[in-house]
């Protein structure tokens, strides 16, 4: 459970460290990456409560935000110059 808390922790503290212009990147390619995911998987938006909604985005955004930060300079100079990797 520690490393899981660890792993929380220093992404947290890394998001924490990005600009608001950065974190909303973030978020939109998280939208835009859930609404594919239902797409995928046949199922409607209005199917779904605010909060598994809700739910679904912050699934993305960790992934996206793990992706970012994984990629290092690359994924930087790329969410610089085109928008989120």
Do not use: C
Not at 47 to 74: Q, R, S
């Amino acid at each position: 459970m520690k490393a899981i808390d660890n792993v929380i922790d220093n992404l947290e503290s890394f998001i924490n460290k990005q600009t608001n212009k950065v974190k909303q990147r973030v978020r939109n390619k998280a939208v835009k990456n859930a609404k594919t995911a239902l797409i995928l998987n046949k199922v409607k938006l209005h199917d779904l409560t605010p909060k598994e909604w809700e739910h679904i985005v912050a699934e993305e955004e960790i992934a996206v935000w793990e992706k970012y930060k994984k990629g290092g300079l690359i994924s930087a100079i790329g969410l610089a110059f085109w928008g989120i990797p």
